[in-house]
């Protein structure tokens, strides 16, 4: 049992509760109909299938003063949203699910953190889940929690799911979180963006200076589909602070050559010097070719920008080539330096 703050515990589920989690299932199908959430409907949870949850994975239920507010289940095997990347050393989540009377106070939340901590007590190298693709909110939150964007599946008849994995290797107090930019972003990137140099400088001539929420609202339109968008826009969070300290973004995206460019690198001037742009880039490195499936990544660096340069060196960038005086600064043309990785040399720096 895990006691989660007021009155409420978690405690492992017994089959005489199937009728209480079919009404927590189907109210919170119900929910999801109204809000325009297409992810459950209440016709689909009956009693026999609830029923069967006790015999091919664990039920967990939140309990306040003996009523069931809140769920989720683990199993060990998930090949029908995983696919080829199953892996029977991990706990699969589903059925979270959090009574009307306590949504909106924190506990889904809470009891992701315990699915976390319970999949490593019972020796489960992480903890999966997915998610519907088309909520962006959605996927956001689950980001801002330290879950990694591990691919997009289609389950058929236009249903694309995101899979999630939370893993920890070393503590870490500068790990950093990637997830999607929102519009409560705007104000950070603003307020990076002091100058028309130093804003062409990590935006190109894509954003002009003054920054405004105009551009950044047709800069964000239309992004965040994994499985569909040409720009993927990310925020990086400090994991331990919850501070926003940096800003990337995948961009044209073409699926059928496998190839994408990174762009729009700025960390939070406050925040440099601690290798967070190196920290930003290795994830990246990760979703693109571990995720999307990429095949080449690349992305443009202004010559005089030395610390960029050596930063993407440093994680297995390769020079191509120059775009001799590409762009102006003031009064001086700027050569803007050519740059790229392949999905095999990341795997040999992975592996080496």
Known sequence: MEVLGNSIRIVRGEPDRTGDILRLLR??????????????????????????????????????DEAVVGMFTLQFSDPQYWGSKNDESYAYLHRLAVAGSHRSQGLG???????VQR?????????RFDTVAHNIKLNRYYQSMGFHYMGTNDMGNGRLVNLYEHFEKQPDFDRLILRFISESDFEHLKR???????????????LIFPLDDDQLTKYLDGANHPANSDRLIFCAVHEATQQVVGHISFSTIDRSNRSARIGRVIVDP??????????????????????LGMHRLSLGAFAFNTVALKTYEAVG??????????????KQYVDCVEMSILDREWTALQNS
């Open 109 to 115: 939340q809470r009891m992701l953190k315990y699915a």
């Open 27 to 64: 109210e919170a199908a119900n929910w999801m109909e109204r809000n325009g959430i297409k992810q459950w409907t209440p016709g689909q949870f009956n009693e026999k299938d609830i029923t069967g949850y006790f015999t091919d994975r664990h039920v967990y239920l939140a309990i306040d």
């Open 317 to 330: 960038f390769k020079r191509e080539g120059v775009q001799r005086e590409s762009a102006l600064f003031g």
């Open 119 to 127: 999949a490593k007590e019972l020796g489960c190298r992480g903890l």
């Open 270 to 291: 406050d925040y440099q010097g601690r290798g967070f742009g190196t920290r930003m880039m290795n994830e990246m490195l990760r979703i693109g070719f571990e995720s």
């Open 192 to 206: 990076w963006s002091t100058s028309p140099e130093y804003l062409k400088q990590w935006a190109g001539p894509s």
